[in-house]
């Protein structure tokens, strides 16, 4: 009978490396405690929460300095997720500790006292919009569709699909009749969506159709709530957890169905340590339980669309086109020729809808008021003291904010630099852009609504200058549910805001859809660039037209840019088709893994001299033949604009194969870290970075 329990700390420390053995004492020995199990241990002079990775008869620690856990907790997570949180730390060049914290119940780290916690009120789910509580009669193409998916769940071994369904083409109703048929065959299922609060219509339909068997878990619920919920997972009381990327990790025993929907989504990312996909994390632990993959999108990835074998649905279910878009040049519009940054075209279909008492949503991908302020006088530009970034004017709350750290200050009555009073303003963001369409077209009767990350925080922390006034965890779930509420139940009105109106929301009389500065996206350094304009075009125009017809305006400065050609001909096939040539000339992905390696220190000097040490470690591997399988390519170092404090410097690794690089990766960080001369450098290594 095994006497000894290894136990990984749950430490942070990326210098301890466990697992520790511990000696079971004889009432926790003969299966009290398995892999899984979360006991408390002395470690040091400190107790921690530990986590059982493995149990052996014997160690190589002398018998007397073995030391035995203080005690066991109750409900610890299923064996199979400490193998995914192993996968983890070695994919995405972490540590098993933090790997092990997302697999963990919520709350565990934070509280040792081993308590039974209250059970307390299971969280109240509202939806927007759901209308449809009985299975729908499937159309010809949905019903192919799912008999193909029946197919791959019957056979019980892991398969992935892409379900590439055009805006409004019912895949939601295949996302249920799908776990309906896993769930007859006695297994649970997974549906991720990238943010609760923005899909409250796809979480509303699965809770209607299938009631308390449904777990939503978030990490807007209280943490009691949240706990609640795990736990009606992790007893097998609820078989369906839905959830943004983090319930990818839902303790739901023998899995048979994951799905993705909006597989595009850059949420499924996250960016801390570990930065996993959880999209990729879901292919692993797909093949791992024989379950079936589902990712479903208007807008795939390249990537999928490459590997992952597609069904499509080509029409909405109500039979009508996908709304006609139209592409307006900007150039030479100027600003004289523009009123408020709009195309007289833009103005005119406005005034229609208003006319017509109809709802118009618009894009404009940038928050706040102004993008800059720079002093008429002498020209000084205000600018985040920790990054180098301009700061951005959000007028109603009387303060000036960085995009990238959080920092804020208050709106400068006259310049700091010379004392002039004359400070220009540049650009425009949506509050700017609600205010003048507000002027125009508010007369009392036709609203104009804004949805962005300031709205969607509250009022309240919207309209004052103290960070992080947000309010109860709630706050953010119910700003934006009760906003998109409000837009749905007005007669007529408009929508503007970020990225974040395009999401999936279904709203019947939406008749006219608008997206300003399309380019914008494309701009930025990254080779995503342009399947991200195209998805947020694409998206957009998904929202318009659903109950009665509709049209798109474009307003670039690009007009002949692929992305917005294809994009405003409704061409997915032939995006990707052209973005897989693309790909494939450039040697990006989905035709090489790219790993970022990022070294940040408060000089540049420091900065940069870690990065270039890393760059000789990876060559001198290399050189002596220990290249690993495949090839990899080391790019760099190159300067990132300063962050938070810091200066950075990026290499980015090109590589054949991903595990052998990111392994020959995290061996060189380990070693420049650990060497002299790189002190106050931190390193952070991105897998697959978005
Ligand atoms: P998608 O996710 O593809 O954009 P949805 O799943 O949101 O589309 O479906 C759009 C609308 O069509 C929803 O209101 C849904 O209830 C409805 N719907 C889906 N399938 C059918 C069907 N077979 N018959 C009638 N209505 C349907
Ligand atoms: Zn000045
Ligand atoms: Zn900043």
Aim: proline share 6%.
């Amino acid at each position: 009978m095994p006497s000894i329990a290894q136990v990984e700390p749950m430490t942070t420390a990326r210098a301890l490396r466990g697992p520790f053995d511990y000696r079971l004492p004889a009432e926790l020995r003969g299966g009290a405690v398995g892999v899984g199990s979360m006991l408390v241990v002395p470690f040091g002079r400190r107790e921690v929460l530990g986590v059982v990775v493995g149990l052996a008869e014997s160690s190589e620690v002398a018998a007397e300095k073995l030391l035995a856990p203080l005690r066991a907790l109750e409900l610890g997570v299923p064996a199979e997720m400490v193998a995914l949180a192993e996968w983890i730390a070695a994919e995405y060049c972490s540590t098993l500790a933090r790997a092990l914290g997302l697999v963990l119940p919520p709350g565990a780290t934070r509280r040792l006292s081993g308590r039974k916690r209250r059970a307390v009120k299971r969280p109240e789910h509202l939806s927007v919009g759901a209308r449809a509580p009985a299975a729908l009669a499937l159309n010809e193409d949905q019903r192919a569709v799912l008999a193909s998916l029946q197919g791959a769940l019957e056979c019980r071994v892991a398969h992935e699909r892409l379900l590439h369904g055009v805006t409004g083409s019912g895949k939601t109703e295949i996302y249920l009749r799908a776990a309906e048929t896993a769930l007859e065959q006695g297994r649970g299922v997974i549906v991720l969506v990238p943010e609760i609060a923005l899909t409250p219509q796809t979480v509303g339909r699965f809770i209607e159709r299938f009631g308390e068997t449904v777990a939503v878990l978030h990490s807007q619920l209280r943490p009691g709530e949240r706990y609640a919920e795990w736990r009606r997972l992790r007893e097998g009381e609820a078989r369906i957890c839905v959830g943004p990327r983090s319930a990818v990790f839902a303790p739901v025993e023998d899995l048979g169905l994951i799905v993705v929907d909006e597989e595009h989504d850059s949420s499924y990312k996250h960016e801390g340590d570990p930065r996993y996909d959880a999209r990729d994390v879901a292919v692993e632990r797909a093949r791992r339980s024989g379950a079936l993959l589902l990712l479903g999108s208007a807008t795939p990835r390249a990537e999928s669309e490459h590997r992952v074998q597609s069904s499509l649905l080509p029409r909405r279910v109500d039979g009508r086109p996908l709304p006609h878009v139209d592409v307006l040049d900007m150039r030479g519009e100027g600003l004289h020729g523009a009123q408020q940054g709009l195309h007289p075209e833009t103005v005119q279909a406005l005034a229609r809808v208003r006319a017509e008492r109809a709802k118009a949503i618009v894009l404009l991908n940038r928050r706040g008021w102004s993008n800059f302020l720079s002093c008429r006088s002498c020209g000084q530009v205000w600018s985040c003291p920790d990054c180098d970034v301009a700061l951005v004017l959000h007028r109603a709350g009387g303060f000036l904010a960085c995009h990238h750290c959080g920092h804020r200050e208050r709106a400068p009555e006259r310049c700091s630099a010379c004392g002039s009073t004359s400070v220009a303003r540049h650009g425009a963001g949506t509050e700017r852009l609600q205010h003048e369409l507000a002027v125009v077209l508010d007369d009392g009767a036709f609203p104009v609504f804004r949805l962005d990350a300031d709205t969607a925080a509250g009022a309240s922390a919207a309209a004052s200058s103290e960070p992080g006034a947000a309010g109860a965890p709630a706050t953010r779930e119910s700003a934006v549910s009760a906003l998109l509420r409000r837009f749905e139940a007005a007669d007529c009105g408009v929508l503007i805001g970020t990225q974040m109106v395009a999401k999936g929301h279904d709203f019947p009389d939406v008749t006219l859809g608008i997206v300003l500065d399309a380019d914008a996206t494309l701009r930025f350094p990254d080779f995503r660039a342009e399947e991200r304009t195209f998805a947020l075009i694409a998206q957009l125009a998904g929202r318009v037209g659903r109950g009665r017809e509709g049209h798109v305006l474009v307003q670039t400065i690009a007009p002949q840019a692929r992305a917005i050609e294809l994009a405003s001909r409704h061409d997915s096939e032939a995006f990707l088709t052209s973005e897989l040539e693309r790909r494939l000339a450039l040697g990006y992905p989905p035709f090489s893994h790219l790993i970022r390696i990022v070294c940040s220190a408060e000089q540049s000097e420091p900065a940069r001299r870690a990065a270039v040490a890393v760059r000789d470690a990876l060559d001198s591997r290399a050189a002596a033949g220990e290249e690993p399988r495949g090839s990899i390519a080391v790019l760099g170092p190159a300067p990132l604009f300063r962050l938070r404090g810091r200066e950075r410097e990026s290499l980015v690794v090109k590589a054949s194969s991903r595990l052998p690089a990111v392994q020959a990766i995290g061996e060189a960080v380990q070693r420049v870290a650990g060497s002299r001369g790189h002190h106050g450098v931190n390193f952070s290594v991105d897998v697959d970075p978005q």
